[in-house]
């Protein structure tokens, strides 16, 4: 069965007033996201991988560690990034659920600080990828950033907050200025109610 490209969860405009514009949306949704499902659909048609699902995929193609993925990996997982990523964000405003916050706190010191490392994973991650905030095996949170489409379940690790650091998630906004997308997005898109579901 192929995979679809899920609705946003919100208008294209709805974040807009929080700096996320509807022309960023209608490209990074409706065209980026779109090509990974169309592409990722192709490639995993009449192989084993048909019928699987998208996690079965991607930890079954994910080649350890390798800069240069192969295609199936390369689309299966990025639909799979941008789907919990649209899911992440959201256009009202989020407190931060007392569960999430403790466990940020016992992990980080804070909640500043985990922001802190997330921004500077985000800013520091040399082309196109992700930063992180996962939760490992043993319970405890950890920051971490991830290269092209490479995402946490590769790693064993379950995702919980993750950032688009890709070019054509932030340029039409931002131009260049990374940090200022990270900025913006901590402290303006996350819908951290989402992110303590994960939990």
Request: with cysteine; glycine share 10%; charged share 20%.
């Amino acid at each position: 069965m192929a995979f679809d490209l899920p609705d946003l969860p919100y208008a294209h405009d709805a974040l807009a007033s929080k700096g996320m514009s509807a022309e960023t949306l209608e490209y990074h949704h409706d065209l980026h996201h779109k090509a990974y499902v169309d592409n990722g659909n192709k490639l995993i048609a009449d192989t084993e991988w048909a019928g699987k699902s998208l996690e079965d995929i991607i930890v079954g193609t994910y080649d350890g560690g390798a800069v240069a993925q192969n295609g199936i990996f390369n689309n299966i997982s990025q639909l799979w990034n941008h789907n919990q990523f649209w899911e992440m964000m959201g256009p009202g405003d989020s407190a931060m659920p007392g569960e999430l916050e403790s466990a940020i706190t016992e992990s980080f010191g804070s909640v500043d600080e985990m922001k802190s490392q997330f921004a500077a994973a985000g800013a520091g991650q040399f082309g196109s990828g992700w930063a992180w905030l996962v939760k490992n095996g043993d319970g405890s949170l950890a920051v971490t950033k991830t290269e092209n489409g490479v995402n946490p379940l590769c790693l064993g690790q379950t995702a919980l907050l993750g950032c688009d650091v890709w070019e054509h998630s932030y340029y039409i906004d931002f131009r260049n200025k990374r940090p200022a997308y990270l900025d913006n997005f901590l402290n303006n898109l996350v819908n951290w109610e989402n992110v303590a579901s994960r939990m």
